[in-house]
């Protein structure tokens, strides 16, 4: 049996934040969900999250895994103390610091493979100020000594502790007993339990990790800003290699839930956020921006936004439309610029081409929008639904006052605002004659 044991019930002080560090996010998820999902998918399926800090906000954000509460932030040795609970004798222990999201689950593997009294994973890094350094003697294991704790001669030492350890259960019940808080931060450092399980079965491995970025920890947020970096260049080289063209990687954000298909192109400065799917073929951006929508094959959208909507094949958008929530949008459809649409249906090879805005609406097919129509919905108290049926032609600078509808193949003439429905294959003009005052100027 393997359990895992996350420890995430510090504050983060150095974040300077209302959020639990923890939960701050990298690539639209929060940090610690990409710890469990490594352990996840290195399988293990027991995993205890220690808590403490803003438990209640930390516990709300993470599911599928066991909570233990730390009231008082003692240290990390203190914290596994909080869980021992749930460990039994005869288990592996895998003990994970809570702000490495860069960890992966192939490490992770190596590492409970593993046959030893314990292990931990090392990295040697250019610049070591602030991580525990690892002293050994050879390939033995001595101690670790905390950055607080260090004399000055192993400042210089540049291999550091990743904070990623497995444990015989046993052994570590028994090492933390005898943790003491004699240090420079006056805590229970989890570190100590290594020295005092070598005393004990000096069987201790070291895995050294060439790749030191996968052990990178957010204190700060410049660190954060830096971890997500590498997340990014994760995940957009993982889309490039699934088939999508990202003309500039460096300017493209994609969040780590979104899908997209071959042979899309992403221009740059393109933003898309949490269970945004994009479909093939499709070009997206630049300076684009969409959230949680189903976006189809053959798509484009430049310069423009979409919120929570779905967009179907071959539809253009943009350039600068807003597509606001619950929004479906049709087959070969044109929004084009200045158009926004909210909680609207829009039918195939519909036109709304410019300065335009349909809310609250069930459009149908083959009809052409004027430029700078208006779809009234709101009278101050309620909103109201108007309907457009199949192949109606809208004149430019119409008021379509809600409730009303529209009938099929009907046209309204430019400059209209309509308050009646209109029967179909009829022409509706409800604006007044033009009269001409000749010779008015003399
Ligand atoms: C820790 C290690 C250090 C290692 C570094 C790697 C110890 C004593 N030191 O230092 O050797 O190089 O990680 O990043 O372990 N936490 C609790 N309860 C506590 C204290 C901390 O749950 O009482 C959690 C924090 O939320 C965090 C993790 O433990 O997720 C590590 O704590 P942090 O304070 O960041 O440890 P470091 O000083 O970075
Ligand atoms: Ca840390």
Redesign the pocket.
């Given at each position: 049996m393997m359990k895992a044991i996350i420890?995430?019930?510090?504050e983060?002080k150095r974040m300077n934040s209302d959020l639990p560090?923890?939960l701050h996010k990298i690539c639209g998820k929060p940090m610690i969900n990409y710890i469990i999902d490594a352990c996840k998918n290195a399988g293990i399926v027991d995993i205890i999250v220690?808590v403490?800090?803003k438990a209640d906000v930390v516990k709300k954000n993470v599911s599928d895994v066991e909570f233990v509460l730390?009231n008082e932030?003692?240290?990390?040795?203190?914290?596994v103390m909080c869980a021992q609970k749930f460990i039994n004798d005869g288990e592996k222990v895998l003990v994970l610091?809570?702000?490495?999201p860069l960890i992966t689950s192939d490490t992770l593997k190596k590492l409970i493979e593993t046959q030893c009294s314990a292990a931990l994973i090392s990295t040697v890094l250019e610049n070591p100020k602030?991580?525990?350094r690892i002293l050994r003697n050879g390939e033995k294991f001595l101690r670790?000594v905390?950055?607080k704790d260090l004399n000055e001669n192993e400042t210089q030492i540049k291999e550091?502790?990743?904070?990623v350890y497995l444990f015989d259960s046993h052994l570590l019940k028994t090492a933390l007993q005898l943790l003491s808080n004699d240090n420079a931060q006056g805590?229970y450092?989890?570190?100590d339990a290594l020295e005092i399980i070598k005393s004990i079965n000096d069987d201790i491995k070291i895995f050294c990790c060439e790749d030191s970025q996968e052990?990178f920890?957010v204190?700060d947020k410049i660190q954060l800003a830096y971890a997500s970096a590498l997340m990014q260049k994760k995940i957009n080289e993982t889309h490039m290699r699934n088939g999508v063209t990202i003309i500039n990687p460096d300017a493209t954000f994609i969040e780590n839930d979104v899908k997209i298909g071959r042979d899309t192109i992403i221009y740059p400065n393109t933003f898309l956020h949490g269970e945004t799917y994009i479909g093939q073929n499709c070009v997206i951006g630049p300076n684009s921006q969409i959230f949680d929508s189903q976006i189809f094959n053959d798509v484009n959208i430049s310069y423009s936004v979409v919120l929570n909507s779905m967009v179907k094949n071959k539809t253009k958008v943009g350039p600068f439309a807003y597509i606001r929530p619950n929004c479906i949008v049709d087959e070969n459809v044109k929004v084009g610029d200045f158009v926004e649409l909210k909680n609207s249906n829009i039918g195939s090879g519909t036109k709304i081409s410019h300065l335009t805005y349909v809310g609250d609406s069930d459009v149908g097919q083959n009809i052409n929008f004027g430029c700078g129509t208006v779809t009234v919905n709101y009278d101050g108290k309620q909103k109201f639904r108007t309907t457009i049926e199949d192949g109606a032609f809208i004149g430019c600078n119409t008021n379509l006052i809600a409730p009303v509808n529209v009938g099929k193949n009907s046209y309204i003439a430019a400059g209209s605002t309509i308050t009646q429905d209109v029967p179909e294959n009829s022409l509706a003009i409800a604006r007044q004659r033009q009269i001409n005052k000749n010779g008015w100027k003399k």
């Open positions: 420890l995430a019930a510090g983060g560090k923890v220690v403490g800090h730390q932030q003692l240290g990390t040795g203190h914290a610091n809570g702000d490495l602030g991580y525990g670790i905390e950055d550091i502790n990743t904070g805590e450092y989890l570190t052990f920890g204190n």
